[in-house]
């Protein structure tokens, strides 16, 4: 977060394509392979083989955290139900009703893609049902919207809207960022609008590459960390939460989906 925002060519951008068809292909991968009975540490075990054969590096693993007692010790984060990201894989048996939450960034030929979905495991309530589609509508919503010469933060106001909309909240603390060689980069990408967050607006400019990552809660925005670990983040209320998350290219035509298996 050092060097402002980085724009990319078309030609960086064609090398992110292919980083994020890895990280699609590990996201189908656990999609098709989650299922109640299952831990989230064999959904990890299976990404971390995917992602070396492919030939690159699990992004997550190693992070550091300000309050973090440990490294992130997994490729992928699985966060369950009330747990909203940076869940770290383990023991946790999925069940029956579950939602998941998996979030992959990978790195491979010095570029980085990150994408995350929320998975329902077996047969969710219609509820959770909402809580899955609404969050996803929120991130092609986003897409949907942009295009040069747009500033975030009209687009950030049409998703905080349409998920209140919904009777839901956008969770505030954590928020989307630009990406490129590094997984983190300027600028920070809200899902919501207010007048502090106005202060850091950008404008949308081809080149520009932004992971767009819409965190919504069914009950509470306000957050917490889970455990004395710090990394497990959960809803304060302990209401269900899902997630879902594209590495995005603004082109001079518009969008287009890094991470969508294209
Ligand atoms: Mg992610
Ligand atoms: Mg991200």
Redesign the pocket.
Known sequence: MKRGIILKSSREIEVMRAAGRVVHQVLEQVRAAARPGMTTAQLNDEAERLIAEAGGVAL?KGVEAPRARFPFPAAL?TSVNEEV?HGVPGDRVLLSGDVLSV???VKLNGYCG???VTLPIGPITEPNQKLLQVTQETLELAIAEIRPGRRWSEIARQMQEYVERHGFTVVREFVGHGIGQEMHEDPKVPNYYDRFQARSDFELRPGLVL?I?PMVNMGTCDVEYKDLDFWTVVTRDRRWSAHF?HTVAVTEQGAAVLTGGT
């Open positions: 997550f984060c990201v979030d992959c960034g990150d994408s995350a992971a990552e998350e």
